[in-house]
């Protein structure tokens, strides 16, 4: 179990050894993939809605393309009034479809970077009988997220479902098997309930489930749960609640986490830590300066 109050902030990079693009690769995503991966939707509406908004794909992959901006974020940034639309659908249908091929535990390339099993077995080291899988919840962590996937409540959810399976009628909300804060500050492409295609683990909403089927209308309601920069969004209660992780947990790990500078503004450091905090940081393919 985890004692100590420990906040993990996390990157593209800590969801990469699972499957999951980083910055660069979404960028390259969507450029390769994304007029063909939209051309498999189904638009409903009118006749012409399909062609007018695969017209609106190709100038924005052209013009992405051409910018040589490394960030979706930043191009949609600078771009709002043209683009921001159809980018959220772009890097929404590039998470799902990730999402969907995404490994875990044996099955990811290597294993040495497979955290997610480290921390979940350190979460459960304690639980040697049925009635243990109340401790899981004691444990004393917290998660800052930067990305828009639900990788990491998925694992939490399916390693716990199944390690105290005959135990599962006793805890029947995701939210009682997930009891740990988990801030995506960009927000995600939908809550875990909405989370099908593990082995239909997780029941889908009913109205999820009657539309699933990489139709366009399912894909455009989970970008709506995405934020890019410049976005209108309830700051002051992430920012409170940001400010509050920090009062409270005083062992923090950086997961593959780029410091970007607005990031960092948004996680308003230095001022928010203190000379109690313990602060280690991943730096992957980064210099030692």
């Not at 995600?188 to 997780?202: A, R």
Request: with cysteine; aromatic share 14%.
């Amino acid at each position: 179990m985890i004692d100590t109050p420990t906040l993990f902030i996390l990157g593209a990079g800590a969801s990469q050894p699972y499957g999951y693009p980083t910055g660069a690769d979404l960028r390259k995503d969507i450029i390769n993939n994304f007029a063909y991966d939209f051309s498999k939707l189904e638009v409903t509406g009118q006749e012409n809605d399909k062609d007018i908004i695969s017209e609106s794909v190709g100038n924005f992959i052209k013009y992405f393309n051409e910018s040589s901006l490394k960030s979706i974020d930043q191009y949609l940034a600078i771009n709002p009034r043209h683009y921001k639309y159809i980018g959220k659908i772009a890097i929404t249908l590039s998470i799902l479809k990730h999402e969907n091929k995404s490994c875990f535990n044996e099955k990811i390339s290597d294993a040495k970077e497979d955290w997610y099993n480290l921390l979940y077995n350190r979460m459960v080291k304690n639980c040697k009988n049925p009635d243990d899988y109340n401790k899981f919840f004691n444990n004393k962590v917290a998660f800052i997220s930067f990305n828009y996937d639900r990788s990491l409540e998925y694992y939490l959810y399916n390693s716990f479902y199944h390690s105290f399976n005959q135990e599962s009628n006793s805890i029947r909300t995701i939210n009682n098997y997930i009891p740990f804060k988990i801030i995506h500050v960009y927000g995600s492409v939908g809550p875990l309930s909405l989370l099908n295609w593990y082995n239909n683990q997780i029941t889908p909403t009913p109205d999820y489930a009657r539309t699933y089927n990489n139709r366009y209308i399912v894909v455009q309601k989970r970008s709506e749960g995405i934020r890019v920069i410049g976005d209108e969004r309830n700051d002051e209660s992430i920012n409170e609640q940001i400010k509050k992780l920090f009062q409270d947990y005083k062992r923090i790990f950086f997961l593959g986490f780029g410091y970007a500078p607005e990031n960092l503004d948004i996680l308003d450091l230095p001022n928010n830590i203190d000379s109690q905090s313990a602060i280690y940081g991943s730096a992957k393919g980064m210099t030692a300066k």
